[in-house]
Nanobody
Framework: QVQLVESGGGSVQAGGSLRLSCAASGYNVIWLAWFRQVPGKEREGVAAFDIISRSTYYGDSVKGRFTISQDTTNDPLYLQMNSLKPEDTAMYFC???????????????????WGQGTQVTVSS
């Protein structure tokens, strides 16, 4: 069973930066990812990381502004968020999957382990 604990959320003004962390333990997975959700809306794929190939994938709305990374498999998963916008306001979740098809890297239904989430609020 995978345990995922997010941290690093908070409030920031538009244009600012935040770095989220996800501490993962007890896992044997290939994919780690960040998702976000606003009340009343579907969960959105933000960024995904293939631990084996170290490839990264991003949602269109965050490309060029967010960076997903993990130094080694023993380190936390990070999401560096720059040039934040009010529309980035959401609860951010860390997720893990043992395997999934590349084309589904940002689909929440393909991930079976989730953290509790951390809130990010961006004010204008």
């Amino acid at each position: 069973q995978v345990q995922l604990v997010e941290s690093g959320g908070g409030s920031v003004q538009a244009g600012g930066s935040l770095r989220l962390s996800c501490a993962a333990s007890g896992y044997n997975v290939i994919w780690l990812a960040w998702f976000r959700q606003v009340p009343g809306k579907e969960r959105e794929g933000v960024a995904a990381f293939d631990i084996i190939s170290r490839s990264t994938y991003y949602g269109d709305s965050v490309k060029g502004r967010f960076t997903i990374s993990q130094d080694t498999t023993n380190d936390p998963l990070y999401l560096q968020m720059n040039s934040l916008k009010p529309e980035d306001t959401a609860m951010y979740f860390c997720a893990a999957a043992r395997w999934l098809a590349l084309a589904r890297a940002l689909r929440p239904e393909d991930y079976n382990s989730w953290g509790q989430g951390t809130q990010v609020t961006v004010s204008s």
